[in-house]
């Protein structure tokens, strides 16, 4: 007799990091049809999205150096990027 195998989590990796985690330890971050980027707690919403940890460094560094905006095309300007990450933190400090 062998036991079920253990659901195994989804995993995902930080696009910042790089640290390979479980889904529900990561923030997903989806870019619109209107090209901007918009968090995406549930991680149900259509587009392309990217992980990442729910560390303010994290968030911070990689909004800050535009890196998933290139990835994703993203159209965002240096404000409203530094907008997306207190609300990311935010929410990431709320759950
Ligand atoms: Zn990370």
Redesign the pocket.
């Known amino acids: 007799m062998t036991n079920p195998a253990p659901k195994k989590q989804p995993q995902r990796m930080?696009v910042?990091?790089r640290?390979r985690r479980d889904k529900k330890d990561l923030v997903r971050v989806t870019l619109k049809d209107d090209g901007t980027l918009t968090v995406d707690p549930t991680g149900k919403l259509p587009g392309r999205g990217a992980y990442?940890?729910k560390?303010e460094k994290?968030i911070k560094t990689e909004l800050k150096a535009h890196r998933i905006s290139r990835g994703l095309n993203a159209q965002m300007s240096e404000e409203e990027l530094t907008k997306l990450s207190e609300e990311i933190l935010k929410l990431c400090q709320t759950n």
């Open positions: 930080c910042s990091c640290t990442l940890c560390d994290c």
